[in-house]
């Protein structure tokens, strides 16, 4: 009964290195959504996405950022050229379809750190 | 505009007691939903409970309940019987539309650490 899969669960890289986080939903589950939490702090939406298609993406920095979930394979954040603020931890999550509470199913989080 | 506010940044609570986490909450919308999670230290994110604007009664999940109070916009959680096992940062969120559940806006959090 695999939850949401994300991977790696942390990451290091240097200022400028792009950073990769995967993302598998749960079995069953074609929506993606991706937050970022940062310190002592809750989550924040960046973006929302189905199979090839990217539904909502007003919570994703405009420069660097970008994701995708293709029609095979897990679902990808992709962040360039790196700075110390992008350290943070980046959630993923996923809802089945219909739910009428909108429960979300997170996965355990990958933790960024930029040197 | 709308706000989650978790006014407890930390909680030490005897084990096998009672514990309440506040949150307030702050739209101007009629129909929203107020969740519950919980984060331990491994990182994940767990789902415990919701309430929906429009639910007359109180919402109950095994050892967690959720007191709503409409007119005060406060959806606190009450975890009955704590365990050690309940030691972890728990956050409520709210979501103001029923078109955007993945929205949700959060509070900071509070950490309750249970004492043997």
């Known amino acids: 009964n695999a939850g949401v899969m994300q991977n790696p669960r942390h990451l290091v890289r240097r200022r400028g290195q792009e950073a990769r986080l995967r993302c598998s939903p749960m079995k069953g589950h074609s929506h993606v959504y991706w937050y970022r939490q940062l310190p002592e702090e809750g989550l924040k939406f960046m973006v929302y996405?189905?199979?090839?298609?990217?539904?909502?993406e007003s919570g994703m920095p405009k420069e660097r950022f970008s994701a995708e979930f293709p029609k095979e394979g897990p679902s990808i954040l992709r962040i360039q050229q790196v700075v110390r603020g992008d350290s943070a931890a980046y959630f993923c999550?996923?809802?089945?379809?219909?739910?009428?509470?909108?429960?979300?199913?997170f996965g355990e989080g990958s933790r960024l750190t930029v040197l | 505009a709308q706000k989650i506010t978790q006014t407890q940044p930390g909680m030490f609570v005897q084990e096998k007691e009672a514990v309440t986490l506040d949150c307030t909450y702050d739209?101007?919308?009629?129909?929203?939903?107020l969740f519950w999670y919980k984060q331990p230290s491994s990182g994940e994110m767990i789902f415990l409970i919701y309430?929906?604007?429009?639910d007359e009664q109180n919402a109950t999940e095994g050892r967690y309940s959720l007191n709503f109070q409409k007119a005060r916009k406060s959806a606190n959680l009450v975890i009955s019987a704590s365990q050690l096992g309940d030691s972890a940062m728990y956050f409520c969120a709210m979501r103001d539309r029923q078109d955007s559940n993945y929205q949700l806006i959060w509070g900071a959090g509070t950490k309750l650490i249970i004492k043997p």
């Open positions: 309430q929906g604007s429009y």
């Open positions: 996405l189905q199979k090839e298609n990217i539904i909502d």
């Open positions: 999550a996923s809802s089945p379809p219909g739910s009428s509470t909108g429960e979300l199913f």
């Open positions: 739209t101007s919308d009629q129909s929203y939903g």
